[in-house]
Each structure stands twice: as C-alpha cells, then as structure tokens.
C-alpha cells in the first residue's frame, strides 16, 4: 500500500467532509484484504508531518471462525470518528486508545477466513480499541491481537504513537478510517 501525502489525504478529507485537525490518526483499509496479516496503513497526523505504520482494521481469523458475538466479527465502518478514543488501559493491562463514543461496527458471520463488510450494521459500544499486538516483537499474524479493534503491528510504532498522542495534552482522540483509494 502506498503512502499517501498530506495533499492527498486533505482532498480526500474535503471529499468526505471530513474535518482535518492538528493531531489525529488515520487508518486506510488495504483493497488487497490479505487474510490473517497486517496489511492496513496507520497514519499518525502531527501538525503537517505524517508518520506511516503497519496495522490491521480487521478482526483476526481466529475471531474470524469463532465468534465473540453471535451477529458477527466485528468490521470498524470506515467513517470519521471524531473525539471518540481515550487513553486507557486496554483489557486492563496496558496503555492504549480505548472507545470512549459508540462506533458503527459491520458484522461478518459468514465464519470464513476473510474480514468482509455486511448488510448487518450495529452502532454501539464495543471495544474497539486502538492498540499493540506482542509487547515484545512485531507480530506478522493477526491471529486473536484483533477481534475488530485497529492493531499496530510493531510495539515500537505504536509506543511512539502514545508518546506523541501523550504530548497533545488531549484526553481525547480522533480517528478517521478510509478506504484504500
């Protein structure tokens, strides 16, 4: 997947009419739709640098087969999310960006290995976190790191995302999920 420049990402906002802001992130769903890897772009917004991550926007094959809710695995709806993210504590073990406003979630029970969208759309709660995958070394399976959260994929990338989001002083974040276009 390419990295999109600022330009591009401000016109496809306008597109949208989406709001651009200062400090915010990005995630762009991959057209190729890999199973079970992290082929999804995480984009961190910091005044007019961006930083470009590895991630996934889609539930893992495991959350894939067996679902955690009986309507379905959890998709995020690509949309503009404004100030819906907190940092907290995810699953109570360590800092990340957790759901603080309800989101529109697609749901996928078709029980196979693709994350796909659905007819079945739900608005709520659900704990659709921004967050790591191993603590330790860059995760190259989805695998149970995601049952619909958005998931770096490199513990690094995504402790430099918090430093970063920690400096804002917000308690707030946005997160605009796009398309690969």
């Known amino acids: 997947m390419k990295n999109y420049s600022i330009d591009e990402l ?11 802001n200062d400090f915010h992130f990005i995630g762009v769903r991959s057209k190729a739709n890999l199973q079970n890897v992290f082929d999804d772009l ?28 009986s309507k379905g695995a959890a998709l995020l709806v690509p949309n503009q999310y404004v100030n819906t993210w907190k940092i907290g504590l995810h699953q109570s073990k360590y800092e990340a960006f957790l759901q603080a406003k309800e989101v529109k979630v697609y749901r996928d029970a078709n029980k196979n290995d693709v994350a796909e969208e659905s007819n079945v759309i739900e608005t709520g709660f659900f704990g659709i976190n921004i967050h790591r995958a191993n603590e330790f070394a860059v995760s190259k399976l989805i ?36 398309k690969e276009y």
């Open 10 to 20: 401000k016109n496809e906002f306008t597109r949208l009419n989406y709001k651009w």
């Open 42 to 69: 995480f984009i961190l917004v910091n005044g007019n640098k961006l930083s470009y991550f590895s991630c996934t926007t889609n539930p893992g094959t495991h959350w894939l087969r067996n679902l955690l809710n």
């Open 143 to 178: 695998d149970k790191w995601s049952a619909g959260c958005q998931v770096l994929n490199n513990p690094a990338d995504f402790t430099e995302i918090l430093f970063q989001a920690k400096q804002t002083k917000q308690n707030e974040f946005t997160y605009t999920l796009l």
